[in-house]
C-alpha cells in the first residue's frame, strides 16, 4: 500500500489499523468498479488503489457535503484557507457547534472542525464532546484536506439509502462492494448520527444475497451476524486498535469478521472459519 492518502477525518470503527489485514480481500478481486456504500471515514476508499470508476456513498448528508466540498477544487481551496486560520480549543468548539450552516462551505467547515476536534471524531450532537490534544493542529489539516482530494477525483458521491448502491447496475466488466455498516453491538446513539437498527441487517444481509457483484463486508463476530450470513466465508481478524484514543494506554485487540462471497487464499494475517 505504498503512497496511499490517509483519511482526512476521524471517524468511530475507522478501519486505518486494520488496513494490512483488509488489503487482500480488494487484491483478490480483479475489478474495474468500487463501491462503498457505507463510506464513513473512507480509510480502506482511500488506501487502496482507484478502480476505473469508483463510488462513494453514506447516509450522513453532512459528511457528504464535506466529502463534495472537498472534492472540489474551488470549495476545498477555501476550506484550507478557513481552517488554517483555525484554532483547537474547548471555547472554539462549543462555538462551532452552535454555527449556523448556510451553504456547502460552511457546513463542510463545521463538520471537519467538529470532527478533528471532537472525541474519537464523533459528530452525533449527543457525543461531541471536545478532546484536547488528540489531533493534529488546524495547520496541519489543509495538507490532509489536499491529498483527499486528490484521492476523490473521478468518483461519484451519493447520500443514498446502501440498498440503492449496492442493486444499481453497471457496464462494467467487474464490481467490488466493500461494506462497512454500523456494528450490530456497536452504540448507536452514542456513535452514529443514523441508527442502524436490526432490521437494517436482515435487509442489508438480504439484498447481499442477491446480489451478483463480488463483496466483502466487515462486522462485529456474534451470533447474530453469523446466522445472518450463514453459507458466506468467514474470515476472523484481530487487530491492535484504540477506541477510546487514550494516551498512554495499551490499545485494545479487536475481534471482527470479515464475510464475503468469494474465497481468498489462508494466511497469517486472519483465520479462516
Known amino acids: 500500500m505504498n503512497n496511499r492518502v490517509i483519511t482526512p477525518f476521524r471517524y ?30 473512507g480509510s ?48 472554539r468548539h462549543a462555538e462551532m457547534k452552535q454555527m449556523p450552516v448556510r451553504d456547502k ?23 461531541w464532546g471536545y478532546r484536547e490534544d488528540k489531533s493534529s493542529p488546524p495547520a496541519n489539516w489543509g495538507k490532509r484536506i489536499l491529498e483527499a482530494r486528490g484521492g476523490l477525483q473521478e468518483t461519484k458521491i451519493t447520500c443514498l439509502d446502501f440498498e440503492r448502491v449496492i442493486s444499481a447496475e453497471s457496464t462494467n466488466t467487474s464490481v467490488l462492494i466493500y461494506l ?29 444475497k442477491k446480489t451478483k457483484f463480488k463483496f466483502f463486508l466487515s462486522y462485529d463476530d456474534n451470533q447474530f451476524i453469523r446466522q445472518l450470513y450463514n453459507g458466506f466465508n468467514f474470515y476472523r481478524l484481530k487487530w491492535f486498535y484504540n477506541t477510546a484514543n487514550l494516551k498512554n494506554k495499551k490499545r485494545n485487540q479487536g475481534h471482527e469478521l470479515v464475510i464475503t462471497n468469494y474465497r481468498i487464499g489462508s494466511g497469517n494475517l486472519f483465520e479462516t472459519l
Not at 463538520?111 to 450532537?125: D, E, F, H, Q
Open 12 to 41: 468511530p470503527g475507522g478501519k486505518f489499523y486494520a488496513l494490512k489485514y483488509l488489503e487482500p480481500f480488494w487484491l483478490t478481486v480483479l475489478h474495474d468498479e468500487y463501491r462503498e456504500p457505507f463510506v464513513g471515514g
Open 44 to 91: 480502506v476508499f482511500f488506501a487502496k488503489p482507484k478502480a476505473k470508476f469508483n463510488w462513494i456513498n453514506d447516509i450522513d448528508s453532512d459528511l457528504i457535503t464535506t466529502y463534495r466540498a472537498i472534492q472540489d477544487p474551488v470549495l476545498s481551496g477555501k476550506l484550507i484557507n478557513f481552517l488554517g486560520k483555525e484554532t483547537a480549543t474547548k471555547k
Open 105 to 127: 462551505l460552511s457546513t463542510a467547515l463545521r463538520y471537519y472542525y467538529l470532527n478533528r476536534t471532537s472525541y474519537s471524531g464523533i459528530t452525533n450532537k449527543p457525543a
Open 180 to 208: 462497512d455498516p454500523p456494528y450490530y453491538q456497536a452504540d448507536q446513539k452514542r456513535a452514529y448520527t443514523h441508527s442502524f437498527l436490526g432490521g437494517d441487517h436482515i435487509r442489508l444481509a438480504k439484498v447481499l
